[in-house]
């Protein structure tokens, strides 16, 4: 297995694009083919990768057939090609205009109206003739030139010259239009992912060299000053400053850094000058693995998106066909006017290019997902960005998913003589040769220094805690039953969390609650999803049943499971995806969430401070952590669909009025003009408002 990825420059013809593709899919040795029309990437996947130059040559003949003037070139990663302003075209819409207006100024007629309508014909419309003969010679004759070219012939053959004319005219014009609205959309997406650092300043030896990113390795250092981005992710080992991080999370507050905190590539710094140790190569960090999910996400088409494909595949031939329906049928067999009928016949031909709906629609959901990334939500596909509107259920994670994963002394309780300081007190010596969670968080909560010579006789008792001598007094720090097991009378307790018991001289001194906190406004967010239309938020723990419950009821899930090993989460996830109407999405951020982040409909992980195994296993990654990002990626997604879906209305509902129209010979060229050309470049610029969030 192989890859190739190539770019092809300058072109912007979307049913050519999907011919091209089409066409490469049939090359002896191609497994699969995907055009990125929005960034003119074409990734093709190979059987074997020896075949690789013998599929590039080919797919350089399929591209000289079909769009001679594009250029293939190997994916540039530095640069994108979104287009300049066509000039040669400009200079031939300006001397056909000054030709086409000629015969009504001068009122010619007979000879000299012809010849300068055929002038001007020639000018404006001979490569769209060429394109179309050699379309039709490659075998691939349904699309917008060859409809062009038969419907402005046509309109000579019946002696109607100033149409066929103007049809061509307009079209080159409507098309300059549409290519410049083309490129302003590419270039509106490109400059949401314009975070790719340019350089690294690598310290060697105290000589700063300016470097390309690629050639820093880790452990070495880099010098980020202000206001240059952060090249590489790497450690601070000395300095400090605010950082702009906008381009990775979305969040537009400034983040203070200081020396041994970690930062990302992409952010930017503010102020202060920084020696960062690199932790990840680049092709690693965190601005590599954005810029390629973001721009490789149009792979992954919508089914609105492959419907469309497959529409406009069926929809021209079928149109071309009834318009020689048109043409023939009431003259030949009715006796009507061959003239009348064959007029009403092209302007059907020019009405039924589908150009709006196969430009825009891709162009709506690449929309989306740069305005998602831009908000620190990347989405790997079309795909995934549509399927958020069919999602009926979120189940989520708990630890580092509505919780923040970082356990701290919450409450202590006392019920004998002792003070909550002493209490603790004796819990750091307790817990002072043990490195679980709990035991460092209470050691944080006292943060004084143990003495360890106060200390004998250690004992952890596995699954219940530990047995201590502390001054020659027996001390136990553990769960109820560690407790009970020494006939020791155990308080209850209504802490949120895992609860220390702790005991000494057989009676129940006091409990320590230590508890991983909430994220902030986690319970706001469930309501927010809920409001756009999620009917059953469910969590899953690996935690304790009833810490997992108390969790959930604070954050108003509606049902909750706890003490799960992984393989349970996936036992338990296939239940719910079985009960479940529409799709169902999965929250999660470690290791062990991997797998039903795959399994799931839309698996969505934590990617700031999630495993690797996670953020590759899901569909969609949360840079900031913030499970709020979620209900923001709703929304966006729900934008998204509404202006799909009014493309599609609206280009369709406007083709069909003046096809119907057309047909009964009330619409002209110039309605027909409109409804190709004009509808397509209204359908593009609709497209850019998903850019907007």
Known sequence: MGEIVLELKGLDCAS??????????????????????????????????????????????????????????????????????????????????????????????????????????????????????????????????????????????????????????????????????????????????DIRPDYANLDRDGKIDIVDPRDVHIGDHIIVKPGEKVPLDGLIVEGSSSFDTSNITGESLPRTAVEGDRILSGF??????????????????????????????????????????????????????????????PPLFFGLDMRDWAYRAFVFLVISCPCALVISIPLGFFGGIGGASKKGIL??????????????????????????????????????ELSKDAILELAAHGEAYSNHPIAVSIMEAYGGEVDKNRITDYLEIAGKGIKVKIDGQEVLLGNRQLLEDHAIDVQE????????????????????IVSDELKDGVAESIEDMKSLGIQRTIMLSGDNSDIAKKVGELVAVDEVYGDLLPQDKVEIFERIMEESKGKVAFVGDGVNDAPVLARADIGIAMGGLGSDAAIEASDIVIMTDEIGKIATGLKISKNTKKIVTQNILFALGIKLIVLGLGAFGIATMWEAVFADVGVSIIAILNSIRALRI
């Open 493 to 512: 307790s209504q802490g949120i969390g895992t609860i220390i018991h702790i005991g000494m001289n057989k009676v129940h001194m006091g409990t320590i």
């Open 268 to 329: 930017v710094n503010n102020e202060g000058l920084i020696r960062v140790q690199v932790e990840k190569e680049f092709g690693e960090s965190t601005v590599s693995k954005i810029l390629d999910l973001v721009e490789n996400a149009s792979s992954k088409k919508a089914p609105t998106e492959n419907f469309i494909t497959k529409f406009a595949r069926y929809y021209t031939p079928v149109v071309v066909f009834t318009a020689l329906a048109i043409g023939l049928i």
């Open 16 to 193: 050519c694009a999907s011919k091209i593709e089409k066409l490469t899919q049939n090359i002896d040795g191609v497994d699969d083919v995907n055009l990125d029309f929005v960034s003119n990437t074409l990734r093709v996947k190979l059987m074997d990768s020896n075949l690789s130059e013998m599929v590039i040559g080919e797919i350089k003949d399929i591209v000289g057939r079909l769009e001679p003037d594009v250029v293939i070139s190997q994916r540039d990663e530095e640069t994108h090609d979104h287009g300049n302003i066509d000039r040669e075209g400009i200079v031939k819409i300006i001397v056909a205009g000054v030709l086409f207006i000629m015969p009504l100024l001068f009122k010619l007629e007979g000879m000299p109206r012809f010849a300068i309508y055929a002038v001007a014909y020639l000018v404006i419309g001979a490569d769209i003739l060429m394109r179309a003969a050699r379309n039709v010679m490659a075998g691939q004759p349904f699309d917008e030139y060859f409809l062009m070219s038969i419907a402005t012939i046509g309109a000579f053959i019946i002696r109607e010259y100033p149409e066929g004319v103007a049809v061509m005219l307009f079209y080159q014009i409507g098309e300059l239009f549409q290519g410049m609205a083309v490129n302003h959309s590419r270039r509106s997406i490109s400059s949401l992912l």
């Open 379 to 416: 989405i790997k596909g079309g795909n995934y960005l549509e399927g958020l509107n069919d999602i009926d259920t979120i189940v989520l994670d708990k630890t580092g998913t509505i919780t923040k994963g970082i356990f701290k002394v919450t409450d202590i309780d006392v019920y004998d």
